[in-house]
């Protein structure tokens, strides 16, 4: 509580940034949220495994989760679902399979996670989110992604050690030695 308090207290006083270090069991994830309630915000949760997310789930059960197409079925009428065939909804995307997005799990998620006062995502879609589907930046906004646009929110990164390894691979390059 006490942690929690110092963080929201540095953020409405101006501090973009925050930093909790602590042991694995200290509760960080625990404390990020008690900081979204005290400053009365949204918050943006960032896990760069899924195993985290999940884990972040059973303790924030309200929260609202997104990763990317390829972690959801492709969907059709009566809840029918096609990884039996091995079609992700991002094959589905690429193949134009869906004619209704209301029968995709994909975009029923993406609904709420916009809506959500805490969204929980992985560091790649993040990264595709915010570069390409511009979903965060007040400034650029997105037509589809109005939820996110204006107003403050807490975003959390977890494990943010790893996230200048995620960001290099994201932005990777390979040069050959043929032309």
């Known amino acids: 509580?006490?942690?929690?308090?110092?963080?929201?207290?540095?953020?409405?006083?101006?501090?973009?940034?925050?930093?909790?270090?602590?042991?694995?069991?200290?509760?960080?994830?625990?404390?990020?949220?008690?900081?979204?309630?005290?400053?009365?915000?949204?918050?943006?949760?960032?896990?760069?495994?899924n195993e985290l997310i999940t884990q972040m789930q059973r303790s924030l059960p309200f929260a609202e989760t997104l990763k990317g197409r390829s972690n959801y079925p492709h969907g059709g009428p009566n809840g029918f679902r096609d990884f039996k065939r091995g079609i992700s909804c991002a094959e589905c995307q690429r193949q134009a399979l869906c004619k209704e997005k209301r029968y995709?799990?994909?975009?029923?998620?993406?609904?709420?996670?916009?809506?959500?006062?805490?969204?929980?995502?992985?560091?790649?879609?993040?990264l595709v989110a915010a570069n390409y589907l511009k979903m965060f930046n007040p400034?650029?906004?997105?037509?589809?992604?109005?939820?996110?646009?204006?107003g403050n929110y807490l975003t959390v990164f977890d494990e943010a050690d790893t996230l200048a390894d995620s960001m290099l691979g994201f932005w990777e390059t390979t040069i050959t030695q043929s032309f």
């Open 1 to 49: 509580l006490q942690a929690a308090e110092i963080a929201a207290d540095l953020i409405a006083n101006g501090t973009e940034v925050v930093v909790i270090d602590a042991s694995v069991g200290f509760g960080k994830s625990i404390c990020a949220e008690l900081v979204r309630q005290l400053l009365s915000t949204r918050m943006l949760y960032v896990a760069p495994k």
């Open 104 to 126: 995709c799990a994909y975009h029923r998620d993406k609904d709420k996670f916009i809506k959500g006062s805490v969204s929980i995502t992985n560091t790649a879609y993040y």
């Open 139 to 150: 400034n650029n906004p997105s037509k589809d992604f109005k939820g996110w646009q204006g």
